[in-house]
């Protein structure tokens, strides 16, 4: 299978073809500013202690940090919401291929999002994940970790000249948004792996993935 970074790019050709030249630049002029921005200052580091958390599934049900890291090691995916083309991708693909591999360092796959659980089931079931979807509404989790951003108003008038709302999929009403990250944490809640990526079109790989956990079995 294509790696993330090739559907990238292959996703970047066909939304040239198909939005407005005036909408394609400002999304670059964004991303080329977060990228300069980088990682915030203060952003959840490797050796942290991640805060124990309680947010509730798709169906509402209430997750636990502890019964997450019960069995072995949780992969942390934050995305920005299952209106992100680039969220839905890289969703899919740790689903196809990482999800199979995890039952090997006795893992479980977690997806974080600030949308609602109705909006979280919705994402599930459209890209036919069978892992844990949780919400973190108003973005307690994420803000604590220090790896959240506010987009650009022109960015987001951009987005509803097309007709998307970021914010009617969110309790809060908000659009401040996690950067994609994935967190690896240990059964004792320390972070062992933190991938940060300021551009919303970067994703981690899921051979990074596969090669952090398998240097945290080793150690």
């Known amino acids: 299978m294509a790696t993330i970074a090739e559907q990238v790019t292959e996703m970047k050709a066909a939304a040239a073809s198909r939005l407005p030249a005036e909408v394609l630049a400002i999304f670059a002029s964004d991303q080329a500013a977060l990228t300069e921005s980088g990682v915030p200052s203060g952003a959840v580091a490797v050796g942290d202690q991640l805060p124990a958390f309680a947010l509730p599934d798709a169906t509402g049900k209430t997750r636990t940090l502890k019964e997450l890291t019960a069995d072995g090691p949780a992969v942390i995916v934050f995305y920005r919401g299952g209106w992100c083309p680039y969220c839905n991708l890289?969703?899919?693909?740790?689903?196809?291929?990482?999800?199979?591999?995890?039952?090997?360092?006795?893992?479980?796959?977690?997806?974080?999002?600030?949308?609602?659980?109705?909006?979280?089931?919705?994402?599930?079931?459209?890209?036919?994940?069978?892992?844990?979807?949780?919400?973190?509404?108003?973005?307690?989790?994420?803000?604590?970790?220090?790896?959240?951003?506010?987009?650009?108003?022109e960015g987001l008038a951009a987005?509803?000249?097309?007709?998307?709302?970021?914010?009617?999929?969110?309790?809060?009403?908000?659009?401040?948004?996690?950067?994609?990250?994935?967190?690896?944490?240990?059964?004792?809640?320390?972070?062992?792996?933190?991938?940060?990526?300021?551009?919303?079109?970067?994703?981690?790989?899921?051979?990074?993935?596969?090669?952090?956990?398998?240097?945290?079995?080793?150690s």
């Open 90 to 153: 890289a969703l899919r693909t740790y689903e196809q291929e990482l999800l199979p591999k995890l039952e090997a360092y006795s893992a479980r796959l977690v997806a974080i999002s600030p949308e609602t659980p109705d909006a979280s089931l919705s994402t599930q079931e459209k890209d036919e994940l069978t892992y844990t979807v949780l919400s973190d509404s108003g973005l307690e989790l994420a803000n604590t970790l220090g790896i959240t951003f506010d987009p650009s108003e």
């Open 159 to 218: 987005q509803r000249s097309f007709g998307l709302d970021i914010s009617a999929t969110r309790a809060d009403g908000g659009t401040r948004l996690p950067m994609p990250t994935v967190l690896i944490v240990d059964r004792d809640h320390v972070v062992r792996y933190v991938d940060i990526n300021p551009n919303y079109t970067s994703r981690t790989e899921v051979s990074e993935i596969l090669a952090a956990l398998g240097a945290i079995e080793g």
